[in-house]
């Protein structure tokens, strides 16, 4: 059964930096069409991130250019999807959650489905 683990998350103050990681078990990245990163804000609607597909095309939305990075690495045994967060600001807490995305509209619009692969999510927190 496939599942997403995510860790990294805590507490910082605007300008700080924070790198999230997302382990995937029983399954491989390669086999969706992208795995991307998401986030969801007390009273607000989760919102895509940035994705990468298996060939290392990336996406992101306009809030976090050039501020965030992502990328993958394969391993022998277990895949991991990276997010890279530098100059944070309080407006991007939330809890992020990474996600295997089957549909190839659907990353390039960075949404995601209940038909995806989700992790339980990390809190990230960034005060002024």
């Known amino acids: 059964q496939a599942q997403l683990v995510e860790s990294g998350g805590g507490s910082v103050l605007a300008g700080g930096s924070l790198r999230l990681s997302c382990v995937a078990s029983g399954y491989t990245y390669g086999t969706s069409q992208c795995a991307g990163w998401f986030r969801q804000a007390p009273g607000k609607e989760r919102e895509g991130v940035a994705v990468?597909?298996?060939?290392?095309?990336?996406?992101?939305r306009d809030s976090v250019k050039g501020r965030f990075t992502i990328s993958k690495d394969k391993g022998q045994v277990k895949d991991t999807v990276y997010l890279q967060m530098n100059s944070l600001k309080p407006e991007d807490t939330a809890m992020y959650y990474c996600?295997?995305?089957?549909?190839?509209?659907?990353?390039?619009?960075?949404?995601?489905?209940?038909?995806?692969?989700w992790g339980q999510g990390t809190m990230v927190t960034v005060s002024s």
């Open positions: 990468i597909d298996p060939a290392g095309y990336t996406r992101f």
């Open positions: 996600a295997a995305i089957q549909s190839a509209s659907r990353c390039e619009t960075l949404r995601g489905s209940d038909l995806d692969a």
